[in-house]
């Protein structure tokens, strides 16, 4: 499946930020659809994800994106 620059920007901008939590980033999607985007990142670690991995590395990537202004408007 081929990037959107959206997602492009995105991988550019979270593949550090969850490197640095420990955990590889596998892929984004950020599809355009309707008034409210919908980010998905795939990780994985050593030992597994948990739901408190995936709380830490949203929260982390989503100030990111916040800060860097990478998302037009509002989105999950």
């Known amino acids: 499946m ?3 620059r959206r997602e492009t920007l ?5 593949a550090p930020i969850v490197e ?3 955990f590889t980033l596998w892929g984004v999607l950020a599809p355009a659809a309707g008034t ?3 980010v998905t990142l795939f990780i994985e670690g050593p030992d597994g994800v948990n739901l408190d991995d995936c709380a830490k590395v949203s929260r982390d990537v989503g100030l990111a ?3 860097e202004d990478a998302m037009p ?3 999950r």
């Open 2 to 4: 081929m990037k959107n």
């Open 10 to 14: 995105l991988t550019q901008l979270a």
């Open 20 to 22: 640095g939590l420990g």
């Open 36 to 38: 409210k985007a919908v």
């Open 65 to 67: 994106i916040e800060v």
């Open 73 to 75: 408007g509002a989105y």
